[in-house]
């Protein structure tokens, strides 16, 4: 199984840490949105796109490069994907951060395999007053959480592919 992550990752590096392990378990190249063309996906059996979680969304320059994405199915015949994020507070299941990247990912012809998110430092307002939270995350749990959540992937998709 051939993979990639497409990884924004622009605050304290807390994103890029989950990348770097994940790509490390799926054998994985990690590139920014700017590092890679559109067209190159297509070589590409998974695709895995984070960034931190941003006002509850993902960063604008990741959201950017999915929506330039051609639109439609038989262009990547269901390619397989998967999303993960770094966000200071929980997602809740009432409104989860992932659901709409899930979505457009969708509309862009990709077959979403799994979601993954955990939490990270945060000095975004209004946090940056009291000096951030969750100073010491992600820790060794999280990066074995990431491991253990590529290694599954590697496991489940690499079978079918």
Same mark, same amino acid.
């Given at each position: 199984?051939? +993979?990639? /992550? %497409?990884?924004?990752? =622009? @605050?304290?590096?807390?994103?890029?840490?989950?990348?770097?392990?994940?790509?490390?378990?799926?054998?994985?190249? %990690?590139? +920014?949105?700017?590092? /890679?063309?559109?067209?190159?996906?297509?070589?590409?059996?998974? =695709?895995?796109?984070?960034?931190? /979680?941003?006002?509850? $969304?993902?960063?604008?320059?990741l959201? !950017?490069?999915v929506?330039?994405?051609?639109?439609?199915?038989?262009?990547? !015949?269901? !390619?397989?994907?998967?999303?993960?994020?770094? @966000?200071?507070?929980?997602? =809740?299941?009432?409104?989860?951060?992932?659901?709409?990247? %899930?979505?457009?990912?969708?509309?862009?012809?990709?077959?979403?395999?799994?979601?993954? @998110?955990?939490?990270?430092?945060?000095?975004?307002?209004? &946090?940056?007053?009291?000096g951030g939270? $969750?100073?010491?995350?992600p820790?060794?749990?999280?990066?074995?959480?990431a491991?253990? &959540?590529?290694?599954?992937?590697?496991?489940?998709?690499?079978? =079918? @592919?």
């Open positions: 199984m051939k +993979a990639i /992550i %497409v990884c924004t990752s =622009v @605050s304290h590096g807390n994103t890029r840490r989950i990348a770097d392990v994940m790509g490390q378990a799926l054998e994985a190249p %990690v590139v +920014a949105p700017e590092e /890679i063309d559109t067209a190159e996906l297509s070589g590409y059996d998974l =695709v895995g796109f984070g960034s931190g /979680i941003f006002t509850g $969304n993902f960063h604008p320059w959201l !950017q490069f929506r330039s994405l051609p639109n439609g199915e038989q262009k990547r !015949q269901r !390619q397989r994907a998967f999303v993960f994020a770094t @966000s200071g507070l929980p997602e =809740v299941r009432f409104r989860p951060f992932t659901r709409p990247l %899930v979505r457009l990912l969708d509309q862009k012809g990709f077959t979403t395999a799994d979601t993954f @998110s955990c939490r990270a430092f945060d000095t975004w307002l209004p &946090f940056k007053l009291v939270i $969750n100073r010491a995350r820790n060794a749990t999280d990066l074995d959480a491991r253990t &959540f590529a290694e599954g992937l590697r496991a489940r998709l690499g079978a =079918v @592919s």
